[in-house]
């Protein structure tokens, strides 16, 4: 059984930085995919960005390219959200997500992530 645990949230001020983590139980997306997602009250929940595991490529949401990377951690099974110039309307849970579909495309869809993470806060004062 896969398990993701996210870890890293906060609160933080405007135009501060964060780091998650995503660490997986086993290594179960070496040749597909981990993502990233968030959700705001009363909002949907929505894709941030995604990582190819085997070739590193990302891709981003038009609304925190430029501002949040990813990046990961073969030997750890981690997968880390790096995420700058923070604004208020980044709050929101923070979930992580992995794929066993091995693609050349970006997965963005949430429907085609299989296991997910209990989420992380993320708060941004102004």
């Known amino acids: 059984q896969v398990q993701l645990v996210e870890s890293g949230g906060g609160l933080v001020q405007a135009g501060d930085s964060l780091r998650l983590s995503c660490a997986a139980s086993?290594?179960?997306?070496?040749?597909?995919?981990m993502g990233w997602f968030r959700q705001a009250p009363a909002k949907e929940r929505e894709f941030v960005g995604t990582?190819?595991?085997?070739?590193?490529?990302?891709y981003y949401a038009d609304s925190v390219k430029g501002r949040f990377s990813i990046s990961r951690d073969n030997v750890n099974n981690t997968v880390y959200l790096q995420m700058n110039s923070l604004k208020p309307e980044d709050t929101a849970i923070y979930y992580c997500?992995?794929?066993?579909?091995?693609?050349?495309?970006?997965?963005?869809?949430?429907?085609?992530?299989?296991?997910w993470g209990q989420g992380t806060q993320v708060t941004v004062s102004s």
């Open positions: 997500a992995g794929t066993l579909i091995i693609t050349d495309r970006f997965i963005t869809s949430i429907k085609e992530y299989r296991y």
């Open positions: 990582v190819n595991w085997s070739s590193g490529r990302t």
């Open positions: 086993i290594r179960a997306f070496s040749s597909s995919a």
